[in-house]
Nanobody, 120 residues
Framework: QVQLVESGGGLVQPGGSLRLSCAAS????????MGWYRQAPGKQRELVAA???????NYVDSVKGRFTISRDNAKNTVYLQMNSLKPEDTAVYYC??????????????WGQGTQVTVSS
């Protein structure tokens, strides 16, 4: 198993920036695909950004050009740099680690979440 701890959330004005961090422990970090999800009040959890073990990235359309996901395998950490924040970005952000294993299939691990509030 892998344990994930998010940090970096908080209150920011529209147009501002935040950098979320997710520190992993308990397993070999480099073998996991990583992602950031978010869940706003009354909304379903959505995948915001993902990065594979090989460094390929994907983003939900609403954050393209504003958010950047990255990983530092030496530090067992994944980041989400969020720029030009909008009120619609307000949500609890969750770090995710996942991998596909033979026979048993996909495994997902989650952090506790960190609140991001974008408001004037």
């Amino acid at each position: 198993q892998v344990q994930l701890v998010e940090s970096g959330g908080g209150l920011v004005q529209p147009g501002g920036s935040l950098r979320l961090s997710c520190a992993a422990s308990g397993s070999i970090f480099s073998i996991y695909d990583m992602g950031w999800y978010r869940q706003a009040p009354g909304k379903q959890r959505e995948l915001v950004a993902a990065i594979t073990t090989g460094g390929s990235t994907n983003y939900v359309d609403s954050v393209k050009g504003r958010f950047t996901i990255s990983r530092d395998n030496a530090k067992n950490t994944v980041y989400l740099q969020m720029n030009s924040l909008k009120p619609e970005d307000t949500a609890v952000y969750y770090c995710n680690a996942n991998r596909i294993r033979p026979i048993s299939g996909r495994y997902d691990y989650w952090g506790q979440g960190t609140q991001v509030t974008v408001s004037s």
